[in-house]
């Protein structure tokens, strides 16, 4: 089918979908397959899928407390890593499991909680945020979870609480979203710039099954009439998206977020926390779990589960550890619950500083969590492919640094990109500001100073990564793997607009910058296929359950604080029999009204009605016009400027 095609029976398909959810009460709409875990009827929507889970939309069991599970005070739960999916594990268990919280024991390798959600300050190099977290109204399990979570900055509030004032008096909007010629504003202006033919593939995309976009890479499905458009350098420094990622992972963002479609351009679909997500997040998670004697072991490396298979059940019955350098073995029976995070996407991190780039001759880390999925990946084809996302980092690294100015020399050249002075502890850049022209496709932000509650309030953390990691630089001339941080900073100043007989003594005097590289930061975009990525709970286990990035659960995406909570969520709720509905993602993608609005959006204002199609399939236009004047639907597509004067 040609894509003129496509398009009129996308027009075609919006008018009947506004026509479709109208009626929708007038018929039950077909249920999708039994273990899919999702229900259409209202009964079905309480019926537990064979995982022991159900999904849930709606304030009736968003604000419910499930009775205690049966059994919960005999059994025990051993959760491999500290990172936000395990931490939210740990929450669930004691507040919606009601397991006695000395019951509950976290396994962690390092000596510090957090995983990838990291944020510290090294004596020895300076601060330190390897990544930062983009959050979204619509988070259901993450605000489910931090509702109960106690805030460590204010006196009998939440975390949510916290976090919901926090942006309703300091929303968050980006002045200047890109960058061209050394700091002079892009000019995006909100726009996309995507051709007729753009917007079709990106429609033929949302519309693909997921199957046939097994193994496929987005530039098997996009050409230039996206690379080369303004969507395309928004969408991939926001998400990190490289052309050779997963089609399927493309698609499921796009149907994910489409009701933050208008806010892409100017981040205002974007929330932010107080402070780095390390003493945002994390800090209140353990220390809830610590009032609760929740019990931490550090320095505990898990390097195995091994597991006894049997008329289909799969039961876990030990754990192979690593206590401090001694080997160490854990004996679990049936009634003991394990939750393990595999994979990781900062694993095998390697750390530069001012004067030094981070060793990329050195042996990558392939231990840790992907040592340890690797072994039990061997015991069964349920627990996943690791190797998929793992093997290839030249596919699957990019490089961060955070940069800390030391006095106000470089301040004016930020305040006259991002319209703001960074020293306010209020919104900043917004998100980050791309350099469009930049070789490394350098971006950079500046969140809410301080970023660190004991930040010297004079300086300012800025937080910047490059793309692409092999190339020269356009001032530096070498690959930004190869580079120092005082190098990098360099770069970064190039294109914030800095003279160049300046840039030097401003690299060197004014700031200290400390490199981080990840060989595995987008390991989870890797072109997949079903099976790949375990589920939640595999089939057959007992007492065993994947958390993070790389299980699977329905529709949701990956490189999000959403997705941890979630599978965290469904791993205890499915095991411990927690009889409350995990919150559905949210449904914007079956939302007629999001659908037009995003549509408009991508089109950079016009009408998909604006489309002129050959003959015979115009002619049906009018026809369709005419069949809904007078109607609600009339009324629905002019709210959502589809119609205008002067269409009929």
């Not at 399990?141 to 300091?170: M, T």
């Not at 996943?384 to 093997?391: A, D, H, Q, V, W």
């Not at 369709?624 to 269409?647: K, P, Q, S, Y």
Request: with cysteine; glycine share 8%; proline share 5%.
């Amino acid at each position: 089918m040609n894509r003129k095609k496509i398009a009129a029976l996308g027009v075609a398909a919006g008018l009947a979908g506004a026509g479709a959810v109208l009626l929708a009460n007038k018929k039950p709409a077909a249920a999708p397959e039994e273990d899919s875990g999702y229900r259409n009827t209202e009964l079905g929507r309480h019926q537990k899928n064979r995982k022991g889970i159900y999904y849930s939309s709606g304030n009736y069991e968003a604000f419910a407390r499930p009775e205690k599970p049966a059994g919960v005070d005999d059994k025990n739960a051993y959760i491999v890593g500290s990172g936000l999916a395990a931490l939210a594990a740990a929450c669930f268990l004691v507040r919606d499991g009601q397991m006695p919280g000395s019951h509950i024991h976290i396994l962690e390798a390092m000596e510090i909680a957090g995983g990838a959600c990291d944020g510290i300050f090294d004596p020895s190099r300076g601060y330190i945020m390897r990544g930062g977290r983009e959050m979204e109204n619509h988070f259901e399990c993450l605000w489910d979870l931090f509702r109960s979570i106690p805030s460590l900055e204010v006196p009998g509030a939440s975390v949510l609480d916290e976090f919901y004032w926090l942006n309703k008096h300091d929303p968050n909007y980006s002045l200047c979203r890109a960058t061209v010629q050394q700091g002079k504003d892009a000019h995006t202006d909100g726009k996309f710039g995507l051709s007729q033919k753009g917007c079709m593939e990106i429609v033929k995309l949302f519309m693909t099954p997921d199957e046939e976009l097994y193994d496929k890479t987005i530039e098997d499905v996009f050409d230039n009439d996206v690379f080369s458009s303004t969507f395309w350098l928004y969408w991939r420094t926001m998400f990190a998206f490289e052309n050779w990622h997963s089609a399927l992972e493309m698609k499921l963002y796009f149907q994910r977020f489409i009701h933050h479609i208008a806010g892409l351009p100017d981040f205002s679909a974007l929330k932010f926390t107080r402070y780095n997500q390390y003493e945002s997040l994390i800090l209140p998670m353990q220390k809830y779990l610590e009032a609760a004697g929740v019990d931490f072991q550090f320095g505990t490396e898990v390097t195995n589960v091994l597991f006894e298979k049997k008329n289909g059940r799969k039961v876990a019955t030990a754990l192979e550890c690593r206590v401090h350098g001694a080997e160490k073995g854990i004996l679990l029976t049936e009634n003991d619950l394990v939750f393990v995070t595999n994979g990781s996407c900062t694993e095998g991190t390697i750390y530069g500083d001012q004067n030094h780039a981070p060793n990329g001759d050195a042996e990558v880390r392939t231990s840790g969590c992907w040592n340890l999925w690797k072994n039990i990946a061997k015991q069964d084809p349920a627990f996943g492919r690791p190797e998929k996302f793992c093997s290839d980092i030249s596919k699957t690294n990019w490089e961060s640094a955070t940069i800390t100015t030391l006095d106000d020399k470089i301040l004016p050249y930020i305040t006259n990109i991002c319209k703001r002075d960074p020293r306010t502890g209020k919104v900043v850049t917004g998100g980050i500001v791309s350099c469009k022209d930049s070789q490394w496709l350098l971006s950079w932000t500046i969140n809410r100073q301080g970023q660190f509650k004991e930040q010297d309030p004079e300086k300012v953390c800025i937080w910047v990564y490059g793309l692409f990691t092999d190339v020269p630089g356009d001032y530096v001339k070498k690959p930004m793997k190869e580079c120092t941080g005082k190098e990098i900073t360099e770069e970064w100043l190039y294109h914030i607009g800095v003279p160049v007989e300046q840039i030097p003594q401003l690299a060197e005097e004014s700031a200290v910058c400390v490199p981080t590289m990840m060989p595995y930061i987008t390991a989870f975009f890797m072109p997949r296929t079903k099976g790949d990525r375990p589920d939640v709970i595999p089939d057959g286990c007992v007492n065993f359950a994947f958390l993070g990035q790389f299980a699977e659960t329905p529709r949701d995406t990956v490189f999000t604080t959403e997705y941890s909570v979630r599978t965290a969520m469904e791993a205890v709720y499915g095991l411990l029999g927690v009889d409350r509905g995990v919150p559905e993602v949210w449904g914007s993608v079956y939302d007629i009204r999001a659908l037009l609005d995003s549509s408009v959006c991508l089109m950079d204002g016009k009408s998909p009605l604006d489309i002129q199609l050959p003959g015979p399939l115009n002619l049906l236009k009018k026809p369709l016009l005419n069949a809904i004047r007078g109607t609600v639907i009339e009324d629905l597509l002019r709210e959502h400027a589809i119609l205008r004067d002067g269409m009929f």
